[in-house]
């Protein structure tokens, strides 16, 4: 034991190795350091011999300085708020990488004065959304909302429908987020109607706006009635439009997802969205609208503590100029394409010897967009250990568990994603 103790060598000793010192450079010396002293444990309890510590622990450190790790989303979900909701563009990542370091983000460079922050990406959504008189971009679309209802109904009253108090997921319900801002809520009309009567009857001198928010998670189906943006807009006081899914224009293949342009066309004073679900950028919250009322909005002190970043900014304005998003991508996928991809698949691992095989799906648009929505896709159907086993790969692949067989679901993947899902099957079936 004492022999063991003593061939240990010194952290410091260990550290000077020039293989560690590299990575240190990369790393930083904390994580190193802990993968360091994990590997002296090992010596000690003789586990492994004093020669094999550097490499022990050069195979104990992870890559990045991130604990992030990238995941394949075979889910069949295209929104998974648990996988950080919307894909990146190349464009926006490539945008995020320059705007990184430090950047024209609040600075006229022409004249050497304080620019307007982000006015790249404020720029390009007012142009894509000409019906709003202003816009302004906040973290998320919790935020956005926030912010209306502080600046613009603290201490008052905001009339929703009884139908609309919806709880957007994690249990968090938008009711208690607005009433968090001093705001009061009043309900009009029932769970499954309300009519333009029921609002009129309750506008008053203490309204500050009516508030319409989009189902983006359940539809209700049957004896039910809700009241156009269109026909609440003939009332006295402002209609602020939480359309959820952040769609700027109709898509041709959501008929029934509400839209920015089309909120606004029909008369809502302010529209409020999120940036990474159907929009396909980098979460941020949108809000469109009267000039008035967004100046306001943006004016309020509470604006400076809802501050979207640079590298949000930059990603946010490459999605909107840049072509066309992975979701969107994903939404337009042919299913004779994704039935062909998994064939491939299928064939490739059969040929390893592996229990694959191809089976039809349906995919859904997730995250708050959409509800309803079943999209006809194409997936690889392998025994259910594979679940954890490509769960826990590098990189993590998340399938779906359906009548005991592990999907991977094509339409979320780019087709690119293929081969590297073919790999970390290999791997998983290596390593099971
Ligand atoms: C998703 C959603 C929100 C919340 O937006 P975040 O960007 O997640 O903060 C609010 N309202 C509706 C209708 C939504 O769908």
Redesign the pocket.
Known sequence: MLDRRRQVPRTDAVLADSRLAAVTERLGRDLVKSAVVDAQQRVRDGAIEPEALVDEALAALPDEACSLRPVLNATGVLLHTNLGRAPLSEAAREAIQLASGTTDVELDLATGARGRRGRGAVAALARLVPDAGDVHIVN????A?VLAATALAAGREILIARGEM?E?GDGFR?PDLIMSTGARLREVGTTNRVTLADYAEAVGPDTGFVLK??P??FVVTGFTASVPERELAGLAVPVVA????GLLRPHPLLPDEPDAATSLRDGAALVTA?G??LLGGP?A?LLLGRADLVRTLRRHPLARALRVDKLTLAAFEATLVGPRTPTDGALYADVGRLGARASALADALRGKGIDASTVDSEAAVG???APGVRLASAAVSLPSSYAETLRTGHPAVLGRIERERCLLDLRALPPDQDTVVLAAVLDAAGRS
């Open positions: 998320n679309g919790a935020a909302l919806v957007i938008l928010v989009h983006s998670n939480d359309i959820g899914s999120s990474d679900k979460q919250g995250g708050g967009g």
